[in-house]
């Protein structure tokens, strides 16, 4: 099946910071989003971007479908984007169930 | 409109014990997943219904696990003979089509003593 590697595994922010997670992937995608799980263990969407670039307040998104990876940008860090965040994927053959990746672990201190 | 909901949160029960999970999609999505989230672990597929059928049962770990979806709506997964090993938060997701953006429920987790 298709491989979802993420880094970095962990990271450490100042309040204020920005920071790039990325997500690489091994097969060609129909379906890509980022979540960011919350404490309480919600999976939140951030972005369904199979492809392109997309932006919603701080958060940014580029997957570059082509080269088989997508970035999200955290801009201005704040404590309550601390938690773990996901890529997920799809493949164009089947029944686009998401594949995730291990995950980012993001702690925001103040 | 409301989003994905699952019941119950939180359920305890001893090995060998029958348990139900229940997921109600977003009003209207036809494809509804269930996925399986061990601890430090991301979520991992287990059936995809579209509609009353199950399309894809293929992360069904083994036969102790059967999911229905009888209306098309509403969908159970069910668990036999409940292991310790089947501890784990249950995730249920919905989205409009296929290949369309998934949405989750907060998941029910589920602790075999």
């Known amino acids: 099946g298709i491989q979802v590697e993420q880094s970095p595994p962990d990271l450490i922010l100042q309040e204020g910071a920005n920071s790039t997670l990325r997500c690489n992937f091994s097969?060609?995608?129909?379906?890509l989003q980022w979540f960011h799980q919350n404490p309480w263990g919600q999976l939140i969407n951030l972005f369904y971007?199979?492809?392109g670039t997309k932006q919603n307040g701080r958060l940014s998104a580029t997957t570059v479908a082509t080269e088989r990876y997508s970035l999200l940008y955290i801009s201005s860090s704040q404590t309550t984007d601390s938690g773990v965040y996901f890529c997920a994927v799809a493949t164009n053959s089947g029944y686009s169930t998401l594949t995730f990746g291990k995950g980012t672990m993001l702690l925001v201190s103040p | 409109g409301a989003g994905v909901s699952q019941t119950p949160s939180n359920k305890v029960t001893e090995k060998g014990k029958y348990v139900e999970l229940r997921c109600d999609p977003i009003?209207?999505?036809?494809?509804l997943y269930w996925y399986r989230q061990s601890l430090g672990q991301g979520p991992e597929f287990l059936i995809y219904f579209q509609g009353t059928g199950a399309a894809d049962d293929s992360g069904l770990p083994n036969d102790r696990f059967f999911a229905v979806r009888p209306e098309g709506s509403v969908s159970t997964l069910k668990i036999q003979r409940t292991e310790r090993g089947d501890s784990a938060v249950y995730l249920c997701?919905?989205?409009?089509?296929?290949?369309?953006?998934?949405?989750f429920g907060p998941g029910t987790r589920l602790t075999v003593l």
């Open positions: 971007i199979p492809s």
């Open positions: 009003s209207g999505h036809t494809a």
């Open positions: 997701a919905s989205s409009l089509s296929l290949a369309g953006e998934q949405f």
């Open positions: 097969d060609s995608v129909n379906n």
